[in-house]
């Protein structure tokens, strides 16, 4: 059948790209990922916090898309059961940013809450994200939500690092 923009539909979310495998590719890595990951070591400075910040996003934004974002309401028919193992990893890597790090730079906090949201939109946890909505909102000090990042002067507080700091904060 026709699809949008001459796309092809298909029951694979990657055809918006016209790239099916891609979707695949995608299925495969967060089942065969969520699979394999138990647990996470701790370590004295939690750099696995900085870690579950840059990257959980990612992770929880391509299962939504797998379990969700298909053409017209399809679905790339990754299994029930798959989906709960990844919602498993999901929660494991939850508590590393559940305490986001305010004492730590600033970006670092924001790409904690950026992941917290899309996992609590992943897992269809009201909770977590409302956490993450509160932390921006009122924030910790010294650097954690958007009041203790953001001078009034309109810089930020990793202004003084080299560019990628203030970018990864801004973006988060």
């Not at 996470?40 to 797998?66: D, M, S, W, Y």
């Not at 990754?78 to 508590?95: P, S, T, V």
């Not at 203790?148 to 970018?167: L, T, V």
Request: proline share 5%.
């Amino acid at each position: 059948g026709g699809g949008r923009r001459g796309h092809q539909q298909t029951d694979v979310p990657g055809a918006r790209t016209g790239h099916p495998a891609n979707a695949a590719k995608a299925l495969e890595t967060l089942t065969a990922g969520s699979a394999t990951l138990r647990t996470l070591p701790v370590h004295p400075r939690p750099k696995e916090n900085r870690a579950t910040g840059i990257n959980g996003f990612q992770f929880a934004n391509a299962a939504e898309l797998l379990c969700h974002g298909g053409l017209e309401g399809k679905t790339s028919g990754w299994a029930a059961a798959d989906i709960a193992q990844f919602k498993k990893m999901l929660a494991l890597l939850y508590g590393t940013i559940e305490s986001f790090y305010p004492g730590f730079n600033g970006n670092w906090d924001g790409m904690m809450m950026d992941s917290m949201i899309c996992m609590g939109v992943v897992l269809d946890d009201k909770d977590r994200l409302e956490r993450a909505v509160t932390h921006y909102i009122k924030g910790e000090k010294p650097h954690g939500g958007l009041d203790n990042y953001m001078y009034h002067s309109g810089q930020c507080q990793d202004e003084q690092a080299e560019q990628r700091h203030p970018q990864w904060g801004l973006g988060s």
